[in-house]
């Protein structure tokens, strides 16, 4: 029987908990614009209103992302910015990607918390050596998310397996993304746990590699019964601590 070795997580919805926003991303995502705009009017360059970069962003990005549902070609968030820039007289040399994220900052959003169930279970996993790590859709990168893992005191549990869509280039399901988290924990398919909320990029992403695939259930997400029906998990949970028997039957030396 193969040794549990790695749990890989998706990150939103499966730890974040994103129901209890307090909406006060606009303000927000105002002021990030604002930052860069100055750094940009520092360098001599007349960039858009950070208003007009708050309207136009929403319209972008939607379109970005209906394509790469379609292609599995991850969006990049600091690309889609830097490309409206762009096309507002600002050329691509005033800004690289770091000095763009310098800037522009990216932080938890306010109000949104990881669930309850989530540090306590992976305080049990690392005292058992269990490698951990998060395989994310997000159009972020990884030094972006790492921001708000560490407001949400999660950053310790994956320093070593912070892995994002917008970095790798695809999303979830596409094989590449959980392959790069299974290179960088240096472990194989049958020795890894997936845990993630969505039926398709997460459950049938992670069996499609080889894992054992936990699809956690979450009460503000509607889930369509073809879905339902089509993809079946190997363990279904609501909270975390429902993980440990079905570890305990897969893997019974984990602990
Ligand atoms: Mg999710």
Known sequence: ????????????????????????????????????CDYLVGLGYTPPSPAWLVEQLPQRAERAWK???ETLISPHLPQLIMDMLFEAGIPNTALDVPTFIEYYGWDAAPG????????????????HGIQLGIVTNAYQTAPMRQRELKT???????QHC?????????L???????QAALSALNVQPHETVFVGDNL???????QRMGMKAVWRKVAHHHYSQATQESILPDATITDFTQLFPHLDAWFPAWR
Do not use: C, N
């Open 152 to 158: 949400q005191s999660l950053w310790h549990y994956f």
């Open 162 to 170: 912070l892995i994002t869509a917008a970095d790798v280039g695809r």
């Open 1 to 36: 029987m193969a040794p549990l070795k790695a749990i890989l997580f998706d990150m939103d919805d499966t730890l974040i908990d994103w129901s209890q926003g307090d909406g006060s991303f606009h303000q927000l995502e105002l002021e990030r614009f604002q930052s860069v």
């Open 67 to 69: 394509i790469a549902h």
């Open 172 to 178: 979830k399901p596409h094989p590449s993304i959980f």
């Open 200 to 206: 398709v990029a997460d459950v049938l992403g992670s």
């Open 112 to 127: 949104v918390m990881p669930f309850r169930d989530v540090p306590p279970a992976l305080d049990i996993f690392v005292q």
